[in-house]
T-cell receptor, first 109, second 115 residues
Framework: KNEVEQSPQNLTAQEGEFITINCSYS?????LHWLQQHPGGGIVSLFM???GKKKHGRLIATINIQEKHSSLHITASHPRDSAVYIC???????????FGKGTHLIIQP | DAGVIQSPRHEVTEMGQEVTLRCKPI?????LFWYRQTMMRGLELLIY????????DSGMPEDRFSAKMPNASFSTLKIQPSEPRDSAVYFC?????????????FGNGTRLTVT
C-alpha cells in the first residue's frame, strides 16, 4: 500500500507570502493529483502531473519521480487561497486514488 | 457543462432508514467514482465504474452499502439500513476514458447525518 505523507498539516501565513506544501509517497505511481477543498466543502482538481512542473496562475506544482516527492507552491498568497490542499496518488498498485490527509492553509490579510 | 451533479446536498435521517444518494456525471466521462470523507479517515474510495460496469468495490464498507449505474448519466449509492457511523460527506467524481490518469471532476458532495 502506498503511504502518502503531506506536510505541513496546518499552515498559517500572511497575505503575500510564498507557500510550499509537500507530498511524499513510498511506491512508484503513474500520476499525482493536487486537489483544493474550500470551507464550503467542494473539491476542485488543481493539477495532475506525472513528471516535471506545471503552472496555472499563481500556482505551481512540481514532481520528482525518483525522489517520490511533489510540491505545490502558491506565489503572492491571498486570503482566498485559504483551503485544504490534498495530494492524491494514482497507480502504485492500488485502484482509485490514494489520498493524503491534507494541508489546512490559512492566509491572513 | 454543469459539472458533476449530486443530490441531495444534505440528508438527515434516523438510524435504520434507507438512504439513496444520486449522481449525474459529466457527459462523455467514462469513469465514475464514489468517495466518502470523514474527519478521522479523510477521503476514501468506495467504488468506481467504467462504462457503467463496477470495476472495484473493495472500498465499500459492508453489505449495507450498494451502488448502481444503470446508464452513463446516472448512478446511485444506497445505504440500507443506515447507521450513525455512516455520517460523512459522500462525493461523486467523474473522469475521461483514461480514468485514474485524467483530471477528476467532483460533485459538491452530499452531507449525510444519521441520528
Amino acid at each position: 500500500k502506498n503511504e502518502v505523507e503531506q506536510s505541513p498539516q496546518n499552515l498559517t501565513a500572511q497575505e503575500g507570502e510564498f507557500i510550499t506544501i509537500n507530498c511524499s509517497y513510498s511506491v512508484g505511481i503513474s500520476a499525482l493529483h493536487w486537489l483544493q477543498q474550500h470551507p464550503g466543502g467542494g473539491i476542485v482538481s488543481l493539477f495532475m502531473l506525472s513528471s516535471g512542473k506545471k503552472k496555472h496562475g499563481r500556482l505551481i506544482a512540481t514532481i520528482n519521480i525518483q525522489e517520490k516527492h511533489s510540491s505545490l507552491h502558491i506565489t503572492a498568497s491571498h486570503p482566498r487561497d485559504s483551503a485544504v490542499y490534498i495530494c492524491a496518488l494514482a497507480g502504485g498498485g492500488a485502484d482509485g486514488l490514494t489520498f493524503g490527509k491534507g494541508t489546512h492553509l490559512i492566509i491572513q490579510p | 457543462d454543469a459539472g458533476v451533479i449530486q443530490s441531495p446536498r444534505h440528508e438527515v435521517t434516523e438510524m435504520g432508514q434507507e438512504v439513496t444518494l444520486r449522481c449525474k456525471p459529466i457527459s462523455g466521462h467514462d469513469y465514475l467514482f464514489w468517495y466518502r470523507q470523514t474527519m478521522m479517515r479523510g477521503l476514501e474510495l468506495l467504488i468506481y465504474f467504467n462504462n457503467n460496469v463496477p470495476i472495484d468495490d473493495s472500498g465499500m464498507p459492508e453489505d449495507r452499502f450498494s451502488a448502481k449505474m444503470p446508464n452513463a448519466s446516472f448512478s446511485t449509492l444506497k445505504i440500507q439500513p443506515s447507521e450513525p457511523r455512516d455520517s460523512a460527506v459522500y462525493f461523486c467524481a467523474s473522469s475521461l476514458a483514461s480514468g485514474l490518469n485524467s483530471p477528476l471532476h467532483f460533485g459538491n458532495g452530499t452531507r449525510l447525518t444519521v441520528t
